[in-house]
């Protein structure tokens, strides 16, 4: 049996995704829950989706006039809707830059009887690794997601996507470290 905040987080996934499809615009689901598709453990935060920075204002407007809640934050890089209660965040913006890319490899997979394209594990684990900076390195939060992921993920791909980054390097050499992927994975 599921939590209420699980189950307004996936009701608020099925309605943006539905949503999005027939806005015919490109899109996938991101962060958390495409981790989930995959196999991590579920998101307590939010729900995440990407899509194509010339789109942001359209689906923002066009989520808008369907009866969303829809909220600019002070980052320029995404907007935020209120679904009965649930977060879910709209990103126009990939961490290495490779947004028409991460969205090329998202795959069509039924998520909750609806049928979206899902960031691949390799790019979600990019995604994670990319973000972490000064501000936010809490590799706690990341490790369960990586463990849950690693036999699904290119690390040579990762590895170049994300080396020269202090804390994603730091990051894959404690993966090393623990066994949870080798130096040549």
């Known amino acids: 049996m599921t939590d209420p905040e699980s189950d307004r987080h996936r009701e608020a996934l099925k309605r943006v995704a539905v949503a999005l499809k027939d806005m015919g615009v490109a899109f996938a689901l991101a962060g958390g829950y495409a ?84 960031m691949s594990a390799t790019d979600v684990v990019i995604e994670k690794m990319g973000a972490m900076d000064e501000h936010y390195c809490d ?19 990762v590895r170049d996507r994300v080396g020269g980054r202090p804390f994603a390097d730091a990051f894959l050499f404690l993966l090393d470290r623990l066994d949870v992927v080798g130096a040549d994975a």
């Open 35 to 118: 981790a989930w598709v995959h196999g991590a453990p579920e998101s307590a935060h939010d729900v995440d989706f990407v899509i194509e920075p010339a789109d942001a204002p359209r689906v923002a407007a066009a989520l808008r006039d369907g009866g969303f809640d829809v909220t600019q934050p002070a980052e320029d890089w995404l907007f935020k809707l209120d679904v009965d209660g649930a977060d879910v965040d709209v990103l126009h913006r990939a961490v290495d830059g490779d947004l028409p890319g991460l969205l090329a490899r998202a795959e069509e997979l039924e998520v909750l009887s609806v049928r979206m394209p899902v």
């Open 139 to 157: 590799f706690g939060q990341v490790l369960p997601v990586v463990r849950a992921l690693r036999e699904q993920v290119d690390w040579d791909v």
